[in-house]
């Protein structure tokens, strides 16, 4: 039997959408307000779900004071209030879009993760714009 834990989580952090190898029109029709060139913030919300079988001597599937800190000292000491083009070796190369910052904290936080269970992100760029990864495709 496998159960899932989550834990919601918060930052905010500023980006800009663009390719420098596009124009400024291309990059305006393609991306619109979110290539301001001045970037522009969101307030992230987070959830990142752990799916496993329950263990049976603590009962729990993850401790969810492990899955906090790990949020914490991975995701939001390394992403809020920062400039996620500018401050966040992630996104160097890599246009820091909702769906390649949950690729990016999936990426963060799976390495420390016991194996054997499951991690999926789900991350909130407004309250109604949210993506999903889970690492499986």
């Not at 910052?101 to 499951?118: D, F, K, Y």
Request: aromatic letters at 8%; a neutral charge.
């Amino acid at each position: 039997m496998k159960v899932t834990v989550s834990r919601k989580a918060h930052f905010n952090a500023a980006h800009r959408l663009y390719r420098e190898d596009w124009s400024m029109a291309k990059n305006d029709a393609v991306f619109g307000k979110c290539n301001n060139p001045n970037y522009h913030g969101h307030n992230y919300e987070l959830i990142a779900s752990v799916t496993g079988s329950v263990d049976p001597v603590t009962g729990f599937v993850i401790d969810v004071k492990v899955l906090k800190d790990l949020i914490k000292i991975h995701v939001e000491d390394a992403f809020d209030h920062k400039n996620l083009n500018l401050d966040v070796k992630d996104f160097k190369d890599i246009n820091p879009t909702a769906e390649n910052i949950a690729i990016a904290i999936h990426n963060r936080l799976l390495p420390h993760i016991s194996t054997g269970l499951e991690l999926s992100i789900t991350l909130y760029e407004t309250p109604r714009n949210f993506v999903t990864y889970d690492g499986k495709s």
